[in-house]
């Protein structure tokens, strides 16, 4: 079944440890997306690629990067983690052509930063 | 920034009976979508309207929109101990990107 794969879905780091998370689809979309959510509310909208061309949301901290390096795989690296960067990651993809269309959501990944 | 404000932010019903979580908006879009989380994990699409549609059936779901009052309704009929989830719309702009903007969220919790 065409998915969107997030691993690992469970991460540990230390606090400042650099961690990258990872993000996988086999829908062959091209608009990928990474939200960052805590918990009881809304995900939050860090950044998107449409193809190759990326959109960093105002306030993203600088601390967050991601990398495209195909259709298929997306990452979302976190430089020097901090504790209030604890929450679960969600990479969703999409399809534009022409219409916004509806997202599909991976499963998430949890990180905790002791 | 969140434009959706669900309401109300918690439901409790019981099995067999119909759910309606309503959605206000601020902005033009360009179409509204609703979202189902369970408990830890990511979202599951379950239905998207287009600006110029004023109703949609899915289901047991049925979604409807209204762009003069910036609002939208999402009912769920015949309720089941399953569909206890939390609950989001959200909204693409009109002459915005692909971006969704989502609200707060609401909690719905179906006892059997």
């Known amino acids: 079944d065409a998915m969107v794969i997030q691993n690992p879905r469970y991460q540990v780091t230390q606090f400042g440890k650099p961690v990258t998370l990872s993000c996988s689809q086999t829908l062959n979309h091209n608009v990928m997306y990474w939200y960052q959510q805590k918990s009881s509310q809304a995900p939050k909208l860090l950044f998107h690629y449409y193809d190759k061309d990326f959109n960093n949301e105002a306030d993203t901290p600088d601390n967050f990067q991601s990398r495209r390096p195909n259709t298929s795989f997306c990452f979302l690296d976190i430089r020097s983690p901090g504790l209030g960067d604890a929450a679960m990651y969600l990479c969703?993809?999409?399809?534009?052509?022409?219409?916004?269309?509806?997202?599909?959501f991976g499963p998430g990944t949890r990180l905790t930063v002791l | 920034s969140q434009q959706g404000e669900e309401d109300p932010q918690a439901l409790s019903i019981q099995e067999g009976e119909n759910a309606t979580m309503n959605c206000s908006y601020k902005?033009?879009?360009?179409?509204l979508q609703w979202y189902r989380q369970n408990s830890g994990r990511g979202l599951v699409h379950l239905i998207l309207i287009r600006s110029n549609e004023r109703e949609k059936h899915s289901g047991r779901l049925r979604v409807t929109l209204d762009t003069s009052k910036k609002s939208s309704s999402l009912l769920i009929t015949a309720s089941r101990a399953a569909d206890t989830a939390s609950y989001f719309c959200a909204t693409v702009r009109k002459g915005g990107s692909e971006k969704l903007v989502f609200g707060k969220g609401m909690k719905l919790t179906v006892n059997p």
């Open positions: 969703a993809t999409s399809r534009r052509d022409g219409y916004y269309n509806e997202q599909f």
């Open positions: 902005t033009s879009i360009n179409n």
